[in-house]
């Protein structure tokens, strides 16, 4: 279940039970009584648009090396989630971005993670790779390399996004997604 071994606050050796009170095994040190609860975390991200075309990041790092997705990846302590959308873009695009409403919530539960994607918009249009993208492109919807993007939860935004744009609506979308085999 879990690679912790060793507590965290007093350092003894964990076990994996059911906690007295509880229903699911935990990891638990025995030692001083703590559980360690893992959770979900969290993915943020957002779909920048300028003038028309949508901001696209080629992933130089795993999972998924070489593909397509949106700035996005996991919040941060300390920072709210459109704080973390927003710091993602900056970092993965270097683009600094206006953050709209909320777009999808997406749960990914075999990936033990919940995936938040805002509308943005990039009001400069600057952009530029990031340590974590090989290259970035403002692409039109017709453009978007689909047979190449990276996550389904990323093909599921940018799918509601244009839904939307084209409808002229501002839904939020939710999704429970499976992980494919191959990681997307």
Known sequence: MSSLTYCSHCG???????PEGDH?????????????YQNPRLVVGCV??????????????????GYWTI??????????????????AQEEALAA?????????IDIPEAHQVHVFYRATLPDGQHGAGIESLET????????????IAF???????????ADRDAGL???HTASLARRPDGA
């Open 97 to 105: 971005v206006r953050i709209g409403s909320l777009l999808a919530v």
């Open 48 to 65: 920048p648009e300028y003038d028309g075309r949508l901001l696209l990041c080629r992933r130089a790092i795993e999972p998924r090396s």
């Open 71 to 88: 700035p996005a990846g996991f919040l941060e302590n300390g920072e709210t989630m459109a704080q973390g959308a927003a710091r993602e």
């Open 12 to 18: 003894q050796r964990t076990v994996t039970r059911i």
């Open 137 to 148: 492109a403002l692409v039109t919807a017709a453009d978007i390399p689909w047979a190449d």
């Open 24 to 36: 699911l095994p935990r990891v638990v040190c025995d030692g001083c009584g703590i559980v360690h």
């Open 152 to 162: 389904s939860s990323t093909r599921f935004a940018l799918e509601r996004y244009l």
């Open 170 to 172: 501002e839904g939020l």
